[in-house]
């Protein structure tokens, strides 16, 4: 079973880039650990793609090279934040619809070109005041990728929500991000977690 991690720096977590089984230090690190020590006797490949920086378009773009030919058994996205960011820092302004277009076009090569179950994370914005100026664009985006997960998914994650419920109990508002959108440890730890336990019945074949 092949097992590929797709998205942006959230994904790439300072992988080492010559050599894509290197899981990084963010979440897929913690969730290919976990789902390891569930799955002891299962040969399962991991494979980290994700590119820092990448926005929709640009994942769009290296979809057969970093996907189609790779033909996993499982492929996750975990994308938009940077069409997002990059409007607020390079001047790139993706519009709601072209992002849709975008995932949408990457969502329909995998179902058409790979027998690839699908899972998609939601993006996410935690606490931080100098970024609280996206929270109503993204949550524009954020019904974009739920209606999409609605449409393609076979397991989708709402990381917004879950996290959203996690800081309730969590006195301390950068428990899991200094700058509200890359996890430190203990939120790569959470999302790992959160993967391992949503992808576990796609590998035992209960979906």
Same mark, same amino acid.
């Given at each position: 079973?092949?097992?590929?991690?797709?998205?942006?720096?959230?994904?790439?977590?300072?992988?080492?880039?010559?050599?894509?089984?290197?899981?990084?230090?963010?979440?897929?690190?913690?969730?290919?650990? $976990?789902?390891? %020590?569930?799955?002891?006797?299962?040969?399962?490949?991991?494979?980290? @793609?994700?590119?820092?920086?990448?926005?929709?378009?640009?994942?769009? %773009?290296?979809? +057969?090279?970093?996907?189609?030919?790779?033909?996993?058994?499982?492929?996750?996205?975990?994308? *938009?934040?940077?069409?997002?960011?990059?409007?607020?820092?390079?001047?790139?302004?993706?519009?709601?619809?072209?992002?849709?277009?975008? +995932?949408?076009?990457?969502? /329909?090569?995998?179902?058409?070109?790979?027998? $690839?179950?699908?899972?998609? @994370? $939601?993006?996410?914005? @935690?606490? *931080?005041? /100098?970024?609280?100026?996206?929270?109503?664009?993204?949550?524009?985006?954020?019904?974009?990728?739920?209606? @999409?997960?609605?449409?393609?998914?076979?397991?989708?994650?709402?990381?917004?929500?879950?996290?959203?419920?996690?800081?309730?109990?969590?006195? /301390?508002?950068?428990?899991?991000?200094? %700058?509200?959108?890359?996890?430190?440890?203990?939120? $790569? /730890?959470?999302?790992?977690?959160?993967?391992?336990?949503?992808?576990?019945?796609?590998?035992?074949? %209960?979906?």
């Amino acid at each position: 079973m092949r097992i590929l991690f797709q998205g942006d720096s959230i994904t790439d977590a300072g992988r080492d880039k010559r050599n894509y089984h290197n899981m990084g230090n963010g979440y897929p690190k913690f969730a290919t650990a $976990a789902l390891r %020590d569930a799955f002891p006797n299962e040969e399962i490949e991991f494979i980290n @793609l994700g590119i820092s920086g990448n926005r929709t378009d640009q994942l769009f %773009d290296r979809m +057969y090279d970093d996907v189609i030919a790779l033909q996993p058994d499982i492929v996750s996205f975990l994308i *938009c934040i940077n069409d997002v960011w990059h409007r607020h820092s390079h001047h790139v302004e993706t519009t709601d619809a072209q992002i849709a277009a975008n +995932y949408r076009a990457i969502l /329909e090569r995998v179902k058409k070109q790979t027998n $690839a179950k699908i899972v998609i @994370l $939601a993006p996410f914005l @935690l606490d *931080c005041a /100098e970024k609280e100026a996206w929270r109503d664009e993204l949550a524009s985006i954020l019904e974009i990728v739920r209606s @999409l997960a609605d449409e393609f998914a076979d397991v989708y994650i709402p990381l917004d929500q879950i996290f959203d419920e996690a800081l309730k109990n969590q006195p /301390e508002p950068k428990f899991y991000s200094a %700058d509200g959108v890359h996890p430190n440890q203990n939120g $790569a /730890e959470f999302i790992g977690k959160l993967y391992a336990e949503a992808v576990a019945p796609l590998i035992k074949g %209960d979906n």
